[in-house]
């Protein structure tokens, strides 16, 4: 089982709506998860961290299930500038001991229609 | 305040060829991250410092090596390029506080070996 999974998509949904994004992670012992944007041919950017409690963002909100190893994305009143992939990042111990590096997710791609 | 730098933007080598692809980062970070990125592969750590005069290997080490010059700059070398280095290579540094982190990208490197 991959450390991160995530549904690759393509998403494509009309301006308005609203799409959720999941992803499972395998190492129990993650500790800090979040959310990336990644523009065609550009960087991953930082979306938002993953807290237990769930946190939201404008239209975007985030949730962490610890227990079935498992968090999400929901995106309401999708924006054409919406339109991108969204990376699912967690902590791993495989690499740096207890330094936790990051894992990413392959992404889910998004795509926004007038 | 320019964050993180990467040379070149875009390289073409051919098979057994050497180069360095350059990283600097300006906010005083002590960990920086070398990625790359394939199409349905996602990102994937080649190497990490997690300090000025360490080195550590990520998930995929092989055909690379690293030098992390001082605490801005952060190397990564290919020896002897092969078409399956054709890729996105991504540098990165990382601010932790606790177990929150910001991770921000330089630009990326655009590699074609043919």
């Known amino acids: 089982r991959k450390e991160v999974e995530q549904d690759p998509g393509p998403f494509n949904v009309p301006e308005g709506a609203t799409v959720a994004f999941n992803c499972t992670y395998s190492?129990?012992?993650?500790?800090?998860f979040f959310w990336y944007r990644q523009d065609c041919r550009k960087e991953p950017k930082l979306l938002m961290s993953?807290?237990?409690s769930g946190n939201e963002d404008g239209r975007f909100t985030a949730q962490l299930n610890r227990a079935s190893q498992y968090i999400s994305l929901l995106i309401r009143d999708s924006k054409l500038s919406d339109s991108a992939t969204y990376l699912c990042?967690?902590?791993?111990?495989?690499?740096?001991?207890?330094?936790?590096?990051?894992?990413f997710g392959k992404g889910t791609k998004l795509s926004v229609k007038p | 305040n320019a964050g993180v730098t990467q040379t070149p933007k875009f390289q073409v080598l051919k098979t057994g060829q050497s180069m360095t692809l350059q990283c600097a980062q300006d906010?005083?970070?002590?960990?920086m991250y070398w990625y790359r990125q394939d199409p349905g592969m996602g990102l994937r750590l080649i190497y990490y410092?997690?300090?000025?005069?360490?080195?550590d290997k990520g998930e995929v080490p092989n055909g690379y090596n690293v030098s992390r010059l001082n605490k801005r700059e952060f190397s990564l070398r290919l020896e002897s390029a092969a078409p399956s280095q054709t890729s996105v290579y991504f540098c990165?540094?990382?601010?932790?506080?606790?177990?929150?982190?910001?991770?921000?990208f330089g630009p990326g490197t655009r590699l074609t070996v043919t």
């Open positions: 990165a540094s990382i601010l932790r506080s606790g177990q929150n982190y910001e991770q921000y």
């Open positions: 190492n129990s012992a993650s500790q800090s």
């Open positions: 410092s997690a300090s000025e005069g360490t080195t």
């Open positions: 906010m005083n970070h002590n960990s």
């Open positions: 993953v807290y237990s």
């Open positions: 990042v967690v902590t791993s111990l495989n690499y740096g001991g207890s330094q936790g590096n990051l894992i």
